[in-house]
């Protein structure tokens, strides 16, 4: 792998769509090859924006807008970080050869919507998942849930990402709120939900799937230990790995892993969600991009899913070891503001083996994830109990106006 000088004639480009907190981290790990790193979002100064070598701020959902940036910028690889991509031109692009897409359009263009990815892991590769149907409204919803699906079960939209406007419902009467709110919440309006069976699962976890290039330019699959996550209203709110599990539910996990990530083709990181019970394991979703849960890699190995997928993207070795045990804790934003200061930062510090990285988000919500603690230790329930503390130390406060 040849790879040329930011901001040079010959500089190696990558092309960020999406500018998160991932995108951020994804930036850094690419600088660190000299890869010079365009990033994109829907705002102005996202995370990603302060970092990269330079910003861009587009409808990404505006084929003509990602293609007149692409045609300008040129780069040689473009990495979607999120769903809300005109996917059609991605696909375009790439049969046209201009630039390598991360992993490949087909990729985005399946897990960018629940529907596609699901008909790929039940009916296609016959993996074990939960039951489900896909409904476009009210009278539809009601009759998947009558004729299969039953009570409880989740209503979510075919598109959104973060447990963004999904619900439980429990009875018929929950079900008008439940289409409203997948309606509100979903990235895209797609007019399709789908309606997923509650599985009795003992956890769930992200299984960190790496396809990347060995030394003689073979494909492999690695593996990361598996990571345990914590939600509320479909977010994370805490991660730690490794997860404990039996060996044969490890056999089965990176076996579904690998079954949907061989599908779907392509270099770098997947994140592969999945429930667990005893040695039974479902297949939920897969993020073709290091995931939110992941970040607790930054800490707990030696090449975080960061580094990981850049160095798959790039062709260069991988290892997917596991140097500590650690966890994570998100700080959400508390609050509803455009002016913002953060206070604790030194008493979170404090706790031991703790890190915490703040995303420089330019406005705070109530429910919004502003930043992270990571903590490393022993144990992953010492590691959990820091990072949580760490979290709850770190204050968000609206700044007055006289000091604006």
């Keep these: 792998m040849k790879l040329g000088t930011a901001l040079t004639p010959n500089a190696t480009k990558a092309l960020l769509l999406g500018s998160g907190e991932l995108g951020k981290e994804i930036t850094i790990s690419l600088q660190r090859y000299g890869v010079e790193v365009i990033a994109v979002d829907c705002y102005a100064n996202a995370p990603a924006h302060q970092v990269a070598h330079r910003a861009h701020v587009i409808d990404m959902t505006n084929a003509d807008a990602i293609?007149?940036?692409?045609?300008?910028?040129?780069?040689?690889?473009?990495?979607?970080?999120?769903?809300?991509?005109a996917t059609d031109a991605l696909a375009e692009i790439e049969a046209q050869g201009q630039c390598t897409i991360v992993p490949n359009a087909r990729a985005v263009q399946l897990t960018m919507n629940r529907e596609g990815i699901r008909t790929l892991a039940a009916e296609k590769l016959a993996l074990p998942t939960s039951a489900y149907a896909f409904a476009t409204g009210l009278?539809?919803?009601?009759?998947?849930?009558?004729?299969?699906?039953?009570?409880?079960?989740?209503?979510?939209?075919?598109?959104?990402?973060?447990?963004?406007?999904?619900?439980?419902?429990?009875?018929?009467?929950?079900?008008?709120?439940?289409w409203e709110v997948a309606k509100q919440g979903g990235r895209a309006a797609t007019g399709k939900v789908i309606i997923e069976a509650k599985i009795d699962f003992d956890f769930e976890i992200t299984l960190l799937t790496v396809r990347a290039l060995n030394t003689q330019g073979e494909m492999e699959t690695h593996f990361c230990e598996p990571i345990g996550h914590r939600q509320e209203d479909g977010d994370y709110r805490e991660s730690w790995q490794p997860q404990a599990m039996s060996d044969q539910a490890i056999k089965n996990a990176q076996r579904i892993a690998q079954k949907i990530t061989d599908e779907i083709g392509g270099l770098g990181v997947f994140g592969v969600e999945l429930f667990i019970q005893a040695d039974n394991v479902w297949f939920s979703e897969v993020s073709p991009r290091p995931h939110d849960t992941g970040m607790v890699t930054m800490l707990t190995q030696r090449q975080s899913e960061f580094d990981l997928h850049a160095r798959a993207i790039l062709g260069l070795p991988i290892s997917t070891h596991m140097q500590q045990p650690g966890a994570s804790a998100v700080i959400l934003g508390g609050i509803d503001s455009q002016?913002?200061?953060?206070?604790?930062?030194?008493?979170?510090?404090?706790?031991?083996?703790?890190?915490?990285?703040?995303?420089?988000k330019p406005k705070a919500l109530i429910s919004r994830r502003m930043g992270v603690a990571i903590s490393v230790a022993n144990n992953t329930n010492s590691a959990k109990a820091n990072a949580i503390k760490a979290a709850k130390l770190i204050k968000i406060i609206n700044l007055p106006k006289e000091e604006i």
């Design 67 to 85: 293609k007149k940036l692409i045609a300008e910028e040129k780069p040689d690889f473009i990495i979607p970080e999120i769903e809300a991509i």
């Design 139 to 178: 009278s539809e919803l009601k009759i998947a849930i009558e004729q299969g699906i039953g009570y409880p079960c989740f209503i979510k939209p075919t598109m959104s990402s973060s447990g963004k406007g999904q619900s439980m419902v429990n009875n018929e009467h929950e079900l008008e709120i439940a």
């Design 339 to 360: 002016s913002i200061i953060y206070e604790g930062l030194d008493k979170a510090l404090s706790m031991p083996e703790t890190e915490v990285r703040l995303f420089g």
